[in-house]
């Protein structure tokens, strides 16, 4: 995520210019999210049978 780091210093002070930068935060969050929960469903776990037989 960014941290808006190209903002001018003078925005930083202005209401709007941070309700806008909250509303693209929580937007960038949330297609994260999103993302993150399509990665996770789509991966299948691993199961391994381990056996033990002796060789005579």
Request: charged fraction near 30%; glycine fraction near 0%; proline fraction near 7%.
């Amino acid at each position: 995520m960014t941290n808006f780091r190209q903002i001018p210093a003078e925005l930083t002070d202005d209401p709007e210019v941070q309700d806008a930068l909250k509303t693209i935060r929580r937007k960038m969050t949330e297609a994260d999210d999103d993302a993150y929960q399509k990665a996770k469903a789509a991966v299948v776990p691993v199961q391994y049978t381990i056996t033990v037989k002796p060789k005579s």
